[in-house]
């Protein structure tokens, strides 16, 4: 991926050095030579990471990000801080000023580029996420639980893969202080644990007694209920080959042996942080599509859905030779209902109406709503005898039992059903559908509560 990556440093050789290995990947770098520049820059320019040198004259890279953070049009704006001093203390400070990572010099190129990538995702993400939130309250609609959390990213459930008891038990003593953790010293056992639950992040070790943690890296990649979660592997120094391994089979960081407490700390909220926000982003697409094809009254699909579906399974059926009906039910004298009993009452019948259409359809069959008191129902594989009897079968499980308007009514709802199939090589949704519409009128003339089979 591309990003827009602000290096920060007083010695030009280290810019230069920063530059050439990021352009190398096709990043778009911007640079600055103190804090203050870097603060100029962030205020003019979008910018999606911040590398920024700790030992500066005059501003010092703590200052420099205390402020990026604290200034609300910059403070989701990833930082990392880039430092000649491999001190505990440096860090803790680093992360009291809201910095998200950390490199030491000389500056490592997987862990260079591996960090910019990682935090320009995350970058995205919460672009999306801060857009999303702030249009919503633009619309007066609160925050629900998840997208507060997804934003806040504190805690998240870890799964942490390694059979060397001593080391998994340091890794939960810091780890557990904020979130909820689980090891699991065998691949088998972890990967059915990961399948069966929800994690926001799996932590491995590549260091196994007797066992290969890519193996287990590269299964996770390949099932569809984990393909999202995000993945640190433990590497011992050296082991250069693997990590590149590991990266390329989808692999999101590492963490060097012996694990920093403060860089391990800051690599998992970043990546917790950025599961979350994928999940609430994610839920939010399948719940817009989802919107977008159902009826939300009746939790039926809706006409839009109909006619697409329709159209693919007439091809289908014209290709291969089977049989195709429709069905539409419409409510008689579902004005009366309204007028009598209110729309609410009008709206309870509908939606036990839909519950019964539901209930006598096939899995393979497609029940909508058309709009107002009209239903439909697409059955493939199915000739107009058999639609007939389902028909039949629908209309008396409308008419058998009372519905409910309210509290206190019970009243006898009956449904006209029109039914046509497919019988010319030339025809189209709309021919089939008006002849099942003309059927659904003829019950209309004969009495209603009734079904009628082409009319045409």
């Known amino acids: 991926m591309t990003a827009r990556v602000l290096v920060v440093d007083d010695i030009l050789a280290n810019v230069k050095l920063l530059e050439a290995r990021l352009a190398a990947e096709y990043f778009e770098v911007l640079t600055a030579y103190s804090g203050k520049e870097a603060l100029d820059i962030l205020a003019r320019e979008r910018v999606d990471v911040v590398l920024l040198d700790v030992m ?11 402020r990026i953070k604290s200034n609300p049009r910059t403070h989701h704006v990833p930082v990392i801080m880039v430092t000649a001093l491999d001190q505990p203390s440096d860090k803790v400070q680093g992360l009291e000023n809201g910095a998200d990572d950390f490199l030491t010099k000389p500056v490592d190129d997987i862990a260079l580029i591996t960090r910019v990538k990682n935090l320009a995702r995350l970058k995205v993400l919460n672009d999306e996420m801060l857009m999303r939130a702030t249009t919503g309250r633009q619309m007066g609609i ?11 990213g504190r805690s998240g459930r870890i799964m942490i893969v390694d059979d060397h008891p001593r080391s998994a038990t340091r890794l939960t003593e810091v780890l557990s202080k904020s979130h909820e953790v689980t090891v699991e010293p065998d691949l088998h056992a972890a990967l059915i644990r990961l399948a069966e639950h929800n994690f926001d992040l799996l932590i491995v070790s590549l260091s196994l007694s007797n066992a290969d943690g890519l193996r287990l890296c590269s299964q996770v990649r390949s099932l569809d209920r984990t ?3 995000p993945i640190i592997v433990m590497v011992e120094p050296g082991d250069d080959a693997r ?8 692999v999101n960081d590492y963490l060097m042996r012996p694990i920093d407490r403060h860089e391990m700390l800051a690599r998992v909220k970043t990546q917790i942080k950025r599961k979350l926000h994928s999940d609430y982003l994610r839920n939010s697409l399948e719940e817009s599509v989802e919107m977008s094809i159902i009826d939300p009254l009746t939790g039926l699909h809706n006409r839009r859905y109909m006619e697409s579906h329709l159209k693919t399974l007439l091809a289908e059926a014209l290709q291969s030779g089977r049989a195709l009906s429709i069905l539409i039910a419409d409510i008689d004298h579902f004005k009366n209902v309204n007028d009598t009993h209110g729309h609410d009452g009008g709206d309870a019948v509908l939606k036990e109406c839909s519950a019964r259409i539901q209930r006598n359809t096939r899995g393979i069959d497609l029940a909508c709503r058309l709009g107002g008191e009209e239903f439909l129902i697409i059955m493939p594989d199915t000739d107009i005898a058999r639609a007939y009897h389902v028909g039949e079968r629908l209309r008396a499980c409308i008419a058998a039992d009372l519905f409910t308007v309210n509290a206190s009514t019970r009243i006898r709802v009956t449904a006209s059903v029109g039914l046509a199939t497919l019988e010319r090589v030339d025809d189209t949704p709309e021919t089939i559908f008006k002849r099942a519409d003309n059927a659904l009128y003829a019950a209309k003339r004969r009495g209603r509560n009734r079904v009628v089979a082409d009319a045409a």
């Open 56 to 66: 500066m004259p005059g501003m010092d890279g703590f200052e420099a990000c205390r």
């Open 142 to 152: 609160a925050e629900n639980a998840a997208l507060e959390k997804a934003l806040s």
């Open 227 to 229: 393909r999202h979660l």
């Open 243 to 250: 990590l590149l391994r590991g990266l390329d089979m989808g």
